[in-house]
């Protein structure tokens, strides 16, 4: 089968040095691979996603030196591909439309551990839809839409880079956004249903995504999909342990051509 990976940025911002070096791991296994990259904007989030940053990111990726042989595709012109997701998962009866609000869940949810990449509070079990009310819905819109975890069960993986990891369904993660309820698929949904779509066959991406994966491993089983290998990279961190991504003003790219940095300093590994 041919290597099939994906660049696929979010353009909510300036990219930094943490996205630079996980992009790059993307693009080189893909070209180690003789394969095939996708570049795909992830640019559904209409408040927080903006044209310019997309330019931005397109430049930086040339003065990176990173091409790519089919796209940019634009998620925000793909909603076909995310409603078909939406319905083949409301047909099989595993997602519901929920009016419980974002505070709610917070106020009646047991937080993860603070320290933790992926700290989405667990929606509690008893604020559940009752089974068989998405029958009624022909199209997502209105309300939002959460998965049905299977509570207890294990989804494990093995990951290029990490191993074997498992996390448990209703005790690392719980019920999750698929749609969004002003009309936005969600995350979890979309970067499925995509990756389904463009028939991508590894996904090179940040390890604060690993959770995300088990997520993802549940839609791609509800889907009857093949899910894609997986190689999440390390995150870059300063001298204090911190995300890059999660300091007060990260390493844009921008900051670092300024002072002189070439592409090869830039992605040369070690800490910033
Ligand atoms: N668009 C996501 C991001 O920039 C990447 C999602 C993924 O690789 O699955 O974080």
Redesign the pocket.
């Known amino acids: 089968m041919t290597y099939r990976g994906?660049l696929?940025?979010?353009p909510t911002g300036d990219m930094h040095l943490g996205?630079a070096r996980t992009f790059h791991a993307a693009w080189r296994r893909a070209r180690e691979a003789h394969g095939q990259i996708v570049l795909r904007i992830?640019d559904l989030d209409h408040l927080r996603c903006r044209p310019e940053y997309t330019t931005q990111m397109l430049a930086d990726f040339a003065w990176l030196g990173l091409d790519w042989d089919e796209g940019p595709y634009y998620q925000s012109q793909r909603r076909e591909v995310f409603l078909d997701a939406w319905r083949t998962l409301r047909d099989a009866g595993v997602i519901y439309p929920s009016t419980v609000s974002r505070k709610e869940v917070r106020d009646a949810a047991h937080a993860p551990h603070e320290d933790e990449e992926d700290a989405d509070p667990i929606f509690p079990v008893a604020l559940r839809t009752p089974p068989g009310a998405e029958r009624a819905h022909d199209a997502p819109d209105g309300v939002t839409w959460r998965f049905r975890v299977p509570d207890g069960r294990a989804v494990t993986f093995t990951d290029v880079r990490c191993g074997a990891r498992s996390f448990t369904a209703g005790v690392d993660f719980g019920d999750f956004v698929v749609w969004r309820r002003d009309g936005v698929p969600a995350?979890e949904l979309a970067?499925v249903a995509d990756d389904v779509a463009m028939g991508i066959t590894e996904?090179v991406?940040?390890e604060d995504?690993l959770k995300?994966t088990a997520r993802q491993l549940l839609v791609y089983e509800a889907l009857g999909a093949t899910p894609p290998r997986w190689c999440h990279e390390p995150l870059v961190r300063d001298a204090d342990g911190r995300r890059l991504a999660k300091r007060h003003a990260p390493l844009s790219l921008q900051q670092l051509r300024a002072q002189g940095m070439s592409p090869a300093e830039v992605l040369g590994g070690g800490a910033a």
């Open positions: 994906r696929a940025p979010t996205h992830e995350y970067v996904v991406r940040g995504l995300s």
